[in-house]
């Protein structure tokens, strides 16, 4: 009976206000219409105007199309009330963008609310910008927030947004760009893009939703992400303070550069998280010893009772429900060798900081989920209703122009690694402020696997915005997606037997940068194979000489992993070489009796027997090692390997995370593979 009345529970959510019968609409003049009525403050006046007639909850506010309305002062939304604020499709010309919303740059006006929502609040194709502008549009971001604050007269706060583009939100009053201060509220996002939410000082903060720093006695009963996009952040759901969401759901969503938690904490009682895309999630790292647990990228799940879940809730770990289902996961190349520090395996990468730090200190790659949150999933005997299956871990989607100012971040992750001084690290923010559209970035992707990884064969990701050049890709999705909504709540309700992991096969033989490197005592070493065959593994010393051999067999076609052994302890007491950031790798594969990557082996042998140059041949050879993209063409054959680095995504073309190998002593238990 419980699980019947949460599944009607649901669908109330889902049916639109704007079903609820709207009698008169009211075209509001924008900031640049002077026939009257317009300037600043005209949907202020608008909006008032309605609140003193009375008929507020029965009008829709419609803005025109690149319209610009300029707030000077809050919406303030009554209790018992609906606000609705609409406008037309946009279309692809700066003349059809969203209208956009935005601060008056005029002194002396309280913004720390752009809306505060004591009633209901329904938008639709708009565009809300968190900051204020001036004469020469260059505009400055501004610390405000949409309020969701409790309903005094039903003590339920229904939001609900509609292809609306959050921009540019930062900490503000210690909560999110939608912050929670309700007893009860029910959210909805539905084609929504939370862009930019990039604060220029604190890591944790820039949110797209959010209860406030401190708070206590706040709840969300249900809230629902389904394709969005979520670019460019602190956090994407933030829970603190016994603060939690009864029922989560994320569907077909694209998440790429959080700073910190994906979604916080692990306090899930309902959680579906299903055919979204996570790139770059948690870029602060995980920083710990050798048997330390990370939070992971993607999911976290606490215990209830436990240190990390220690308040009351009504329910047990065994009554939980959480579906983690054909999602794909990735950290891209620059920001692995940005955390790795410099040396002959990563040459480019590094940084004043990683190239110091003790291991403890020093930033690694969180995983898509810890093998404490595995445990969840591996236990269906104690946890019935918890599920994973059809996850590509470590699979790269090629975004054609991810908004990703990548010498930024790198600049905002230092400054948080040391003297925790401020950058803005936002994408393209000018284009922001000045209302550009189209947007500069588009993440279609190029990534064949995943373009039908989703359920029912459909792409993982926001399926509305970035696959707009093949518009019948979401219309096929829309006319299933009632189906494939009821197809994920039955697997949430019902929990599906078994784990079923995938990791992608590789496309190509890789040998990436040993993480962390310098490293004492331990490091982790990443490698592929496309096709079976015969592998050998081997570390050798700055002279040449072979420190261990990891791998010595055939192996099948997959991302690898290899035996364990102290870095150092054959090395030569005599040499420097037992310095172990100058130790050197060697992946040699044999398919069919023909050595398929014998030019690297070939490479090292040259190398390190002129010692006199060896450094600097070391570090040549080692930057094929590290990033070699063997062509067929070289198979058996003579020619060099093609430098990962020279790639290009928008021309399709991919690299490939590999599986871990480590080097260990003691064991290492920070990284986890789910291949």
Known sequence: MKNCVR???????????????????????????????????????????????????NTVFRLKPYGLYVLNATIVVPAGKRLTIVAA????????????????????IDRTYNFNCFGDIYLKNIWLLYADTNTDGAGTQ??????????????????????????????????????????????????????NLTDTHFRYYGRPVSFRFNTTGYHIDSITFENCTIANVGYMLMQEGGEYADTVRINHCTILNTVMFT??????????????IFVNPFMFGHFGNETSTPNGGALNIDSVGTANFNFSVPFTDAQRHILFANNSYYIEKWLTDYMAPKGPNNPTGGNV?????????????????SEKTKSFFNNKAAFPYMSMLNNYDSTNPGFLIP??????????????????????WAFDPHSDVTQSWPMNEQLRYTNATLKTAGMGGFPLGDLYRWWGSQPQIYQD?????????????????????????????????TLSQNFPNPFNPATQI???????????????????????????????????????????????????????????LELGAVHDGVPVARELERGREQDVAREDQVVGDVVQDDEALAGARVRPEDIGGVGLAEPLDQRSEVQGQTDQECGRDELEHPPVHEHVSLS
């Open 7 to 57: 599944v009607l529970i649901l669908l109330a959510v889902l049916v639109p206000i704007s079903l609820f019968g709207q009698t008169d609409t009211v075209d509001v003049k924008d900031f640049f219409d002077q026939s009257g009525g317009g300037g600043g403050g005209s949907l202020n006046a608008a909006v008032t105007a309605r609140i003193n007639a009375g008929t507020l909850s």
């Open 89 to 108: 499709d946009p279309g692809t010309t700066q003349l059809t963008a969203p209208p956009m919303i935005c601060w008056t740059p005029t002194g002396g």
């Open 142 to 195: 501004v610390g405000t927030n949409l309020e969701i604050s409790t309903d005094t007269t039903d003590n339920l706060n229904i939001a609900e947004f509609e292809n609306v583009i959050i921009d540019y939100a930062n900490i503000a009053s210690g909560g999110g760009a939608i912050t929670v201060s309700a007893t009860h509220a029910r959210l909805k996002f539905t084609n929504c893009y939370f862009r």
């Open 263 to 276: 979604l916080e904490s692990g306090w899930w009682n309902w959680l579906s998280v299903t055919n979204s």
């Open 353 to 369: 900081y990683s190239d110091t730090a003790s291991f403890a200190n020093l930033p690694r790659p969180q995983p898509m989920m």
């Open 403 to 424: 908004p990703t100012n990548i010498e930024a971040i790198k600049d905002f992750l230092l400054r948080k690694w040391t003297d925790n001084s401020d950058v803005n």
């Open 477 to 509: 999705w829309k006319a299933q997606s009632a189906a494939e909504r009821q197809a994920i709540m039955n697997m949430l309700t019902n929990g599906v037997t078994g784990v079923e992991e995938v990791s992608e096969v590789p496309r190509e033989y």
């Open 526 to 584: 990443e490698y592929s194979l496309p096709v079976k065959g015969r592998v050998s593994l081997r570390v050798y010393n700055l002279l040449g000489m072979e420190v261990a051999t990891l791998v010595e067999g055939e192996q099948a076609a997959d991302h690898r992993q290899g035996q364990q052994v102290h870095p150092v302890q054959q090395a030569d007491d005599q040499h420097d070489a037992r310095d172990p950031r100058h130790l050197r």
